[in-house]
């Protein structure tokens, strides 16, 4: 099955940015084929779904310099809650009628000082 894309997606491939327009599907035993053209040469490249990635995107948050899988672990230890903040967090899960905190209590309680 030939996809077009509309708008054209922006993209990086192992030749540089492109822009992707179509997509190849030749079924569930394959990878998923992008047609591009690339941005510097204007060439015509057929990849493979596992050699290209998203390009940056500051406005979706998307703003990695590099892929997440060649940066290094966080140096930083995830910090506990002190007692008096998790009950904080207990009084605001029985607020909402949970039965114990879940993790948007817990970082709302993390946050108040």
Known sequence: MLT???PPIPINTPKGSALAHFIIDYGIEHNLCWVVFQDETGECWTW???DIRAQKNITIGRT??????E??????????LTPSKKASAKRMAKAAGRPYPNLVDNARAARKK
Do not use: I
């Open 4 to 6: 077009r894309l509309d």
């Open 48 to 50: 493979d779904n596992k």
């Open 64 to 69: 990695m310099d590099k892929p997440f899988w």
């Open 71 to 80: 940066t290094k672990n966080p140096k930083s230890k995830p910090k506990k």
